[in-house]
């Protein structure tokens, strides 16, 4: 055991072996991070998305950071709430009615307009009689009347950037999240939108009993979100980058840990009896060498189901007499010869005890570097059944986002970072198992050394 | 002799099967071929051969690691024919210790001194408090001392006298009746062999254990056993007490490897020694008769190459196994 700390140590002299540590611990801070901020739990419901989980985010956003590249100040998504800012007043119009106004300010100073703008109003009244009128006022005083005839209702979202009989209304028909963020400038030839920086306020005006309340909450969505962006059903990308490290480390580090051990064990359990039981292995082994590992995942996926346990014991199961099980076969094959073996037999050792403390304590060393470097290799199979569709359907992982992105035709659209962001994780994920896995190789096996 | 034999062996074959494809046989490698021996509790024997002349095969098949294709071997009473298993097995191996060559290959390079002795007392069920007791004890008479400093230590930490020291201490900490050496100090500095060989010595006095020292030194032999068995070609050419055998060799073979021990005396740089020529024959396909005659230079014609010779006693205890003492005196 203090030979393979010894080794351990000398992991310390390659510094590509550090980089490839510090990106894995880096992701298993990640995967801690991500399952202590959104327990497991609320991810899926997340991620599921559906009515109310999403709204205020914006949709296909670009990650917030891309201002640095643009040079320009890219909107942000903007929430007044009338719960908690905003000027409530009434007014009194007799018969114990009042008119309830709502005035919703906002101050906004970018550079690029509004991708969309909505409005959500709950109310604890409802009547077709009375209308809501909303009354939008720029910062040089200019109004504009919005929603027009819309009945008060207990709850209601208004798609102001949807409002086609307000388009016909506005300057040169300009999209409503347009010409009601910017004017209409001669700087060009044909003319162009510029944004207006400056507070601007929505009115909101009701009549009701006096008994009831009206809240609203004007959402401005930006062009750019968070760290990550959005997808375009508004989820938060974040959520998927970082539930999908602990799933990929996970599936991946399980995946190599069943795989290998089971080979490992079964090679030194077939070797020592050697005759009937290791021929029956290594035929097994060269049968499984023949099977194709994906069109048998993806006959699984849609016969029995894409939880991502049920593919990840398939893909141990398959992987048991993978090729690694001739390599270990060599080295036990000479490993058994060793006088300690022959000396351990005339003291008595039975073959369990032969196998578990004599044989494969021996090999112990040698299988940490395969260990490493197959890690990747499982991460990435996941990935690739997720972007086959054959991912588990609730989890968000880095493979889904791809899936999701190709779906939605994000490189033709040019929402880049969509299919970027995870990718970069995949092989950053290789790349750090991958630079330790070779620094372990050459400790471990002293030959490459020389190479 | 025999009644109170702690191992008598008669007639023992031990033949490996030679095959032609992994199935087809082909004939046998008749590693030992009529071995016959008894050896005396407290008694100490050296097998002196050279490589390939069975020697190896000999230990393997009394501890049971190699079956025998025939002949028997009894130990402490106990008849052992290479098929026990189980507890009589179990009780045969906790009685027999046995000492290999490379020290370092013999012991297991993962494992702590503390964890090499406690493996074969928990291998026979010792309890856990008794082990680390037992290990230092033995520790104590193949004199790793203090044990403090070597307990935690593992092998390669060893120097080779070290580690054949704890080798020995493993194959007695059992308490055994016999123990088999094989070749014990051909592979360590000519420095520390005669301390191994004394230690083992002073162990099999004082255990009163029969040891049984398989060589291809005869060198070494004479700081060690009461009686010495010279095997050439699977078969006992010779067997004799040290001092008479080395002052009195009767084999033409047993003369030739005397002649060839290696003195530290400067004369010997001018002398030619003689040695047979030819090499040991192949044990597939042994010569007719006796098994020497092609690299004898005494041998007899048409006596030696087609009769196998008979035991002779020339002298009180001293048996050969050659014609040239058919008439009971040299010829």
Known sequence: ?451 | MTEQALLSVRDLHTWYELRKWGFFRTGHVRALDGVTFDLRRGDAITIVGESGSGKTTLAKTLLGLVPPTKGEMVFAGERLDGKKKGKALAWLRANVGFVQQDPYGALPPFMTVERILSEPLAVHGVPRREQEARARAVMDEVRLTPQDDFVHKYPHMLSGGQQQRLVIARAIVLEPKLVVADEPVSMLDASVRVEILQLLRRIQKSHDLGVMYITHDLSTVRYFSEYVFVMYAAKIVERAPVHELIRHPLHPYTQALLTAISDPDPENAHIQKEVPPGEPPSLAHPPSGCRFHPRCKHRIAELCSTTEPTTFEPAPGHRVECWLYRQGGEG
């Open chain 1, 1 to 451: 055991m203090n030979t393979l700390l010894r080794n351990l140590r000398e992991l310390r002299r390659y510094p590509s072996a550090i980089l490839g540590l510090t990106i894995i611990g880096l992701l298993i801070v990640l995967s801690i991070y991500a399952v202590i901020a959104i327990p497991y739990s609320e991810a899926i419901r997340l991620w599921r998305g559906g009515p109310g989980v999403w709204d205020e985010l914006p949709r296909n956003a670009s990650p917030a950071w891309f201002d640095l590249f643009t040079g320009k100040s890219l909107s942000r998504t903007i929430v007044v709430d009338s719960r908690t800012e905003g000027t409530r007043t009434r007014e009194p119009l007799g018969d114990g009615n009042v008119r309830e106004r709502l005035i919703l300010a906002l101050d906004f100073r970018y550079d690029t307009f509004p991708t969309e703008m909505s409005l959500f109003s709950t109310a604890t009244y409802e009547t077709k009689r009375s209308k809501l009128t909303a009354t939008w006022v720029k910062p040089d005083g200019t109004r504009v009347a919005l929603a027009s005839g819309r009945s008060i209702r207990s709850s209601d979202t208004y798609y102001i950037s949807l409002d086609n009989q307000l388009r016909d209304r506005l300057p040169q028909m300009a999209a409503p999240e347009v010409a009601l963020f910017g004017e209409f400038g001669a700087s060009s030839p044909k003319g162009e939108w510029k944004t207006q920086p400056g507070t601007y306020e929505l009115v909101l005006e009701a009549d009701m009993p006096e008994a009831y309340t009206l809240e609203s909450k004007l959402v401005v969505y930006g062009s750019v979100y968070g760290i990550a962006g959005t997808d375009n059903q508004r989820r938060d990308i974040t959520v998927a980058l970082l539930w999908g490290a602990p799933l990929a480390l996970l599936f991946g580090l399980l995946a190599a840990l069943g795989a290998n051990t089971a080979t490992f064990v079964l090679a030194g359990i077939g070797t020592w009896f050697g005759g009937f039981m290791d021929s029956a292995f290594q035929r097994l082994t060269q049968l499984t060498l023949l099977l194709p590992l994906l069109p048998i995942l993806i006959m699984v996926g849609q016969l029995y189901g894409r939880s991502i346990w049920l593919i990840l014991a398939v893909v141990i199961l398959l992987n048991v007499f993978s090729g690694a099980y001739l390599t270990y076969r060599a080295m036990f094959l000479q490993a058994k010869e060793a006088p300690y073996i022959e000396a351990a037999r005339a003291y008595g050792a039975r073959h369990r005890r032969m196998i578990f403390r004599y044989l494969l304590p021996r090999i112990v060393p040698v299988l940490l570097p395969t260990f490493v470097l197959v890690v990747p290799q499982f991460v990435f199979l996941e990935a690739s059944l997720a972007v086959l569709g054959l991912g588990d359907p609730i989890l968000p992982t880095w493979g889904k986002l791809i899936y999701d992105a190709r779906a939605a035709d994000a490189l033709y659209k040019g929402y880049y970072y969509w299919v970027l962001e995870p990718a970069i994780l995949l092989m950053v994920t290789g790349f750090g198992f991958a630079l330790v896995g070779f620094a372990l190789d050459r400790i471990f096996n002293p030959r490459l050394r020389t190479m």
